[in-house]
Nanobody, 127 residues
Framework: VQLQASGGGLVQAGGSLRLSCVTS????????MGWFRQAPGKEREFLAA??????????TNSVAVKGRLTISRDNADNTFYLQMDSLKPEDTTAYYC???????????????????WGQGTLVTVSS
């Protein structure tokens, strides 16, 4: 599977963005799709994960973002989304989508668990 992330950009604080992750190539109903973000000099941070079918979702417990994220998928074209609401300047960073192709939801919150990554899409939130 290959992943292409997009949807980042400049938004004012309090606004919303929807990030997209287009999948292509070989896929499987057992894949888990995740969204992460990473600020310079920091570890990659788990945000949300969703099963390939879209029936199971998991979210970070981080108080910094909890309640402001919605992960979803479009069944028609195998595209995954991360809706982010009430954006804050501290949300400014690069966001990544990833696929876990081997073991399901066993460790969905660990970036090392994912074996396919898309390129990052930059989100900038102005105050």
């Amino acid at each position: 599977v290959q992943l292409q992330a997009s949807g980042g950009g400049l938004v004012q604080a309090g606004g919303s963005l929807r990030l997209s992750c287009v999948t292509s190539g070989r896929t499987s109903s057992g894949y888990v799709m995740g969204w992460f973000r990473q600020a310079p000099g920091k570890e990659r941070e788990f945000l949300a994960a969703i099963s390939w079918s879209g029936q199971t979702t998991k979210y970070t417990n981080s108080v910094a973002v909890k309640g402001r994220l919605t992960i979803s998928r479009d069944n028609a074209d195998n595209t995954f989304y991360l809706q982010m609401d009430s954006l804050k300047p501290e949300d400014t960073t690069a966001y990544y989508c990833a696929a876990e192709t081997r073991s399901g939801f066993a460790c969905y919150y660990l970036p090392d668990y994912y074996d396919v990554w898309g390129q990052g899409t930059l989100v900038t939130v102005s105050s």
